[in-house]
């Protein structure tokens, strides 16, 4: 014989049965601890990758750009080879912030042919992240469309008693459509307070070919030189970009020396009447952080030098002018009616042209400081202070070759304080003549 007990009856009894315990024996609950994680005030970035997400990105990646190719809110724009210039919701150029190893760089060309993420090869990337939009002061704010901080490989040292640690890594690739063929290379050698490390790569490319014909003309211009109607001109590239770094660990103090070397022969650009033709840049980075006990400090000093020359390179028009030959070059349909330039006499005319060279100086000198209270994690202070110095351009034709030499001086320093500070300020003076 079964009895079937009705939940509603189950339930009384059940918290009347409670309230008879809990008066005969009363009950101390232990300690409840409830976490959560805090709400971060300020944006987060919208992308962060590290070397090992980049790694595999490595063998068919020469633009360190086109690592951030699927970021949200982030576009390309395809220039040269290695320079592809990113936009951050439609802006980009000098409305982004891009930060390398804490040093900012902009393009030294008036055409932005070196963006500052040309300058890195992708091998050696150690974080990158992207801020969409609204920057945080802790990475300096002053950008309308975005940040991009690119840094380098951190230093590793060797773990107490492992004696000298040594790493190397070597990678290469080959692409058979522009026959681009790129080499990899990094070692390193540490104590527990000394890292001495080398990051290098080398790439090479010829012009790449599309899916079939999509011109009906051979001619570029040059008279004797020819594309075939499927070969993309002017895509052609050659890098060679090299990394040295120092650095010095004791206690909570850590101090840091980098070296970078970067050499580019050729770099065409397709979607440019110019190409460059040279571009080397040396840059040297000193950076110190310490951890004391009210927070951290870093300071960095850093500078950066480049000599830029573009021109029409070989699979564009080299001699312009209105003239006809043979002191001409034979005006816009060529002196052949294909488009070819007659190599004229004498040049420097405007109806004799002979390119159009244009060689661009610049030094960057930077120093920042950035202490950082762990009292009020909140709070960022940071200045820096900017001083740029912009060379000379002269041309071949007239309208260029009349400018004098340009030099620009720029002199930028600027204070940001954290939110909780709610106060910030930028002091920017420019001074040209
Ligand atoms: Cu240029």
């Known amino acids: 014989m079964s009895h079937r007990v009705h939940p509603l009856v189950a339930t009384m009894a059940l918290a009347f049965s409670g309230v008879v315990l809990a008066q005969g024996n009363p009950q101390v609950m232990d300690t409840v601890n409830v976490t959560a994680k805090r709400e971060t005030p300020l944006p987060n970035s919208t992308a ?23 970021v949200p809110g982030v576009s390309l724009y395809g220039a040269g080879g290695v320079s592809s210039l990113p936009a951050i919701h439609g802006l980009a150029d000098d409305r982004l912030r891009i930060k390398v190893d804490g040093m900012d760089f902009i393009a ?37 469309g975005g940040t991009i901080i690119a840094n380098t490989l951190a230093p590793e ?12 890594e070597i990678g290469g690739y080959y692409r058979s459509n522009n026959k681009a063929i790129g080499v990899n290379a990094s070692a390193s050698v540490a104590t527990e307070n000394f890292n001495v490390t080398y990051t290098g790569g080398l790439s090479k490319a010829d012009n790449y070919t599309a899916g079939g014909d999509f011109k009906n003309y051979d001619g570029t211009g040059r008279a004797g030189h020819t594309l075939p109607r499927d070969e993309v001109g002017s895509t052609a590239y050659e890098t060679r970009t090299h990394t040295l770094g120092f650095a010095l660990k004791g206690g909570n103090h850590l101090v840091e020396a980098k ?33 004391f006990d009210w927070g951290s ?36 349909m060529g002196y052949d009616g294909k488009g070819n330039g007659y190599p004229c006499s004498p040049a420097g005319t405007v109806a004799c042209a002979n390119g159009m060279p244009m060689y661009t100086e610049s030094k960057t000198t930077g120093f920042n400081l950035r202490p950082m209270s762990c009292l009020a994690s909140r709070i960022s202070c940071a200045l ?19 400018c004098t030499p340009v030099h620009l001086t720029t002199l930028t320093m600027a204070s940001v304080i954290g939110p909780l500070c709610s106060a910030s300020g930028n002091l920017a003076i420019t001074r040209s003549g």
Not at 52 to 61: F, H, I, K, P, T
Not at 157 to 168: C, E, H, L, P, R
Not at 384 to 397: N, P, Q, S
Request: hydrophobic share 35%; proline share 7%; net charge neutral.
């Open 48 to 70: 962060a990758m590290n070397a090992v997400e980049v790694a595999g990105q490595r063998a068919y990646v020469s633009d360190t750009a086109q690592l951030l190719r699927d």
């Open 108 to 144: 030294s060309c008036p055409n932005h042919m070196n963006p500052p993420l040309s300058y890195l090869n992708p091998n050696s990337i150690g974080t990158l992240k992207v801020y969409a939009g609204i920057t945080p002061v802790s990475v300096g704010g002053d950008s309308i």
């Open 157 to 168: 040292f060797a773990a107490s008693g492992q004696g000298v640690m040594a790493k190397g």
């Open 259 to 291: 070296i970078g070397y970067q050499e580019v022969p050729e770099q065409l650009y397709p979607n440019q009447r110019m190409d460059m033709l040279d571009n080397t840049q040396k840059r040297f980075n000193l950076r110190y952080l310490g951890q």
């Open 297 to 332: 400090l870093e300071a960095r000093a850093y500078q950066e030098k480049v000599d830029h020359y573009m021109d029409f390179g070989a699979d564009k028009r080299f001699w312009y002018g209105s003239g006809m030959p043979p002191t001409g070059s034979g005006g816009m």
């Open 384 to 402: 820096a202070v900017y001083i740029r110095v912009t060379g000379w351009m002269t041309g071949g034709l007239p309208p260029v070759a009349a």
